[in-house]
């Protein structure tokens, strides 16, 4: 979205005939200490002479305004002073080494247009001119001209420094204006950038000394944790440590803990050989945990799961974080990224990118000392982060979500490291039976073409449908390039009728080679148990995401199909998927348990709406779809006739078409949709859907309500909020948006909801072992015996109030087994 990096690997047309235009000079103003440099002139600007004009000249002046700058007290101009063909520089500037003009010189590092040379080589006499304090680099080109350096991704919002004269000019780039106008939600990141760029100007911001303990003797590692526990004990507030580890494959290559924003010690286990001896490193893993076990010692971390799976595994601590810079960040803007750069370039007070110093986790480092230190920013860094992080979810008024979002670290990692025991002879057997489907299906494919087909060759497959047989190319909607993927294949399917039947057999096979690959053939940990990591900061909706564990095992447990070879609506040739569940199952003496919310996302827009007769249908458990289906068609009969099995029965097969429609109809217009939409996706007209939908509404005017207050906080609140304390801000432009944020809501209370019950489960109920979250549902085990004691008290834990006016209780039921969860 942004202008093409020189250095960024994609095709690239170089305008070797460029002929400039009108030349566009800066404007000086001799007496400001800031010069803003940009890229290169537009169409604009050509017209009018100065640079930065039009649309993006004024998101620059409104955004320098919005922290307290004016573009008027400041010098601006460009890399390159003439418009570029298509106003994109990067045909001017290329990092090939062959076919270039003879006369593009090279200059810091990339081969250039004439005219670029002669650019760059005019704003180093601009600074030479008017020695601003700050220089403001706008998009890549302006950083490369500055600094020498690529990559406005990596590298905004840094301190960085010209090599003209580094003491008296600090550089901050960001985001081109222009980037920022195609994606929107780039503009707040801009905005802190210049902020940065502001406090800058305001005093000095000083570079961090930092004072790190590298290389240290056992007895010097165990002497500074001694000292950390001494803290703890003496001091009344709680002793805050940073602590984080570099690994080699997947071995613990040093542990660094930091107790301030600039010192820390690097304890180095294992590079090319062992640091410490067996009985030095044991008693440095019994001091370790000694200080993960102190009351008083809080630990922050970043994507702290992955480490506290390390220590688990090699120390034999079991330790999450208090606080996880990255679920703290998902707790505050769900929208943002969340790596340890980009938090540092927006909390900390002094910014230099630096997680380049460490590419290859693969091999042991070249440089150790580098390695080590590397180690140790990292640590000073996250510890900065937390407390900038500490002071925003006060200020924000977002503790509840904060806090919590934190708490869940503990029984998540509970359930990572616990794992899953799996059925091997049944696993075994699942795979033995989708390879012969597979194979079955190969060789039809084979015997239609009379080739040998590798359906997972793009080329071989674009030939046989666009050459061999002379099927119009179809192209991939985002990439817009001839594709022979799966929506690609439908398309034609439905445009060769005979070659439908040959296609559904690729498609087959695509399917089930994933069911191998995926689940079937995950790897098993060392003790044979399934296993992943969660990442609680994985959605926009707190709901986890699921993936291999931090050694590579296991896989996304929370898509884990449950098949179709059980669904009695399955049709006769509709491909047969396994029950993957079934190879998960219970420890010798446990029960399984598969406990799930009814209908959970329906109870929050009921709740919402305050909607009193769709809480009647749901609490009285009459048919749903036929009730809406009454609203949306207006049929002729009462919610009291819906109470007798007998005309409930009947009124399905009267009104079955009306019903089945209600189902997409009144769920898509919940969630936002509008006449046109559930037009095309109902199959009617769109009169007949705007009719429905004015039937709906009048039938349940909260809903609409509903509509109309999400609408209102989006465009003059920019951020919508939950009943359990989530909030999700919208940085993008919220046109077309309405949607997306009506969803967000149930969805999001019910990812909540799941999870309070989950902590409250592994708080108060020590004798449930919960396996798995599953979006919204739990898997766990019990001892069998206690089954029966156990079953109303998991029940009663996963009650929670949702503070509706009229609160809302989630109703849910749990389903056991002996044999798999499959079987639940």
Not at 588 to 607: E, K, T
Request: glycine share 6%.
């Amino acid at each position: 979205m942004e202008r093409r990096s020189p250095s960024m690997a994609k095709p690239q047309v170089l305008d070797t005939h460029f002929k400039p235009g009108k030349k566009i000079n800066a404007q000086i103003n001799h007496t400001s200490p800031i010069l803003i440099v940009g890229e290169a002139p537009g169409g604009v600007e050509e017209t009018l002479g100065y640079p930065f004009a039009g649309p993006s000249g004024d998101l620059l002046e409104k955004a320098l305004r919005e922290v307290g700058l004016s573009r008027s007290l400041c010098s601006v101009t460009n890399v390159v002073k003439y418009r570029p063909k298509g106003n994109d520089v990067t045909t001017l500037i290329t990092d090939r080494k062959k076919d270039v003009p003879e006369d593009w010189p090279e200059v810091l590092g990339l081969r250039v247009h004439p005219i670029v040379a002669e650019g760059v080589q005019e704003l180093r006499q601009e600074i030479d001119i008017l020695q601003p304090k700050l220089i403001i680099a706008l998009g890549n080109t302006a950083l490369w001209a500055l600094t020498g350096m690529t990559g406005i991704m990596k590298w905004r919002g840094s301190m960085l420094s010209t090599d003209m004269n580094p003491e008296a000019h600090t550089v901050i780039p960001t985001y081109h204006p222009s980037a920022v106008l195609r994606q929107w939600s780039w503009r707040n990141i801009m905005v802190q950038d210049l902020r940065r760029a502001k406090d800058l100007i305001d005093g000095p911001v000083e570079k961090p000394e930092y004072k790190f303990q590298l290389f240290p003797k056992a007895r010097e590692a165990i002497e500074r944790m001694d000292w950390l526990i001494d803290r703890a004990n003496k001091e009344l507030d709680p002793v805050w440590l940073s602590i984080d580890i570099e690994t080699i494959r997947h071995h613990l290559a040093c542990t660094g803990i930091a107790w301030s924003s600039t010192e820390a010690i690097c304890i180095p286990i294992f590079t090319r050989s062992n640091y410490y001896d067996i009985e030095e490193e044991l008693a440095i893993i019994m001091k370790f945990r000694e200080l993960c076990k102190h009351p008083n010692i809080k630990i922050i971390g970043q994507n702290y799961l992955y480490d506290a799976q390390y220590f688990a595994k090699f120390w034999g601590v079991f330790r999450p974080a208090d606080h996880d810079t990255m679920i703290s960040n998902h707790s505050l803007f769900v929208e943002l990224p969340k790596a340890l750069d980009f938090l540092a370039s927006m909390y900390c007070e002094h910014y230099i990118y630096w997680k380049d110093d460490l590419k290859d986790y693969k091999s042991a480092p070249t440089d150790d000392r580098k390695f080590f230190h590397y180690n140790c920013e990292d640590c000073c860094r996250t510890y900065e982060v937390a407390m900038r992080q500490m002071d925003a979810k006060r200020s924000m008024n977002l503790e509840q979500i904060h806090d919590f979002q934190q708490s869940m670290s503990r029984p998540v990692l509970r359930a990572m490291l616990r794992g899953v025991r799996v059925n091997k002879a049944h696993r075994k057997a699942s795979d033995q039976r989708i390879d012969q489907e597979i194979i079955t299906r190969q060789e039809y494919v084979n015997f239609v073409f009379g080739q040998e087909i590798n359906i997972r060759s793009p080329k071989q497959m674009q030939q046989l449908f666009f050459e061999d047989f002379g099927v119009l190319p179809t192209k991939n909607r985002k990439t817009g390039n001839v594709s022979v993927d799966d929506e690609s294949l439908d398309k034609i399917a439905r445009r060769e009728i005979l070659l439908s039947p040959v296609i559904r057999r690729i498609r087959e096979m695509r399917s089930l080679g994933i069911f191998l690959s995926t689940f079937l053939r995950a790897p098993l940990d060392t003790d044979e148990r399934m296993r992943c990591s969660y990442n609680i900061a994985g959605t926009d909706t707190y709901r986890l995401s699921s993936s291999s564990n931090a050694f590579g095992s296991g896989t996304n447990l929370q898509n884990f199909s449950k098949g179709n070879e059980d669904d009695p609506d399955r049709g006769v040739d509709e491909l047969m998927l396994p029950n993957l569940r079934r190879d998960l199952i219970p420890d010798p003496g446990y029960i399984m348990f598969d406990m799930d919310l009814d209908r959970a996302d329906l109870q929050v827009v009921v709740a919402e709406a305050d909607d009193e007769e769709l809480r009647i249908v749901m609490t009285e458990g009459l048919d749903i779809h036929l009730a809406n289906a009454r609203a949306v068609f207006r049929l002729p009969f009462s919610l009291d006739d819906l109470r007798d099995p007998v005309f409930e029965k009947k009124a399905k097969k009267q009104f079955g078409k009306q019903r089945q429609l209600a189902k997409s109809f009144c769920h898509g217009t919940n969630y936002g949709g509008g006449a046109r939409t559930m037009a095309i996706t109902c199959g009617i007209t769109v009169a007949e859907s705007e009719a429905a939908q004015r039937a709906w509404f009048d039938a349940h005017p909260g809903i609409h309500d509903w509509h109309r207050r999400v609408e209102y906080a989006l465009k003059h609140l920019g951020f919508i909020e939950n009943k359990l304390g989530g909030r999700r801000y919208f940085f993008d432009r919220t046109d077309g948006l309405l949607p997306e944020a009506l969803a967000w809501i149930p969805q999001s209370t019910v990812a909540l909801y799941i999870n309070y019950a989950w902590r409250n489960i592994d708080r108060n109920l020590p004798e449930v072992q919960i396996l798995l979250q599953t979006h919204d549902s739990l898997t766990g085990q019990v001892p069998i015996h206690r089954k029966e004691e156990l079953e109303p008290l998991i029940l009663e834990q996963s009650r929670i109030i949702i503070p509706y006016p009229k609160e809302l209780v989630i109703p849910a039921s749990a389903g056991w087994s002996l044999q798999s969860w499959g079987d639940c």
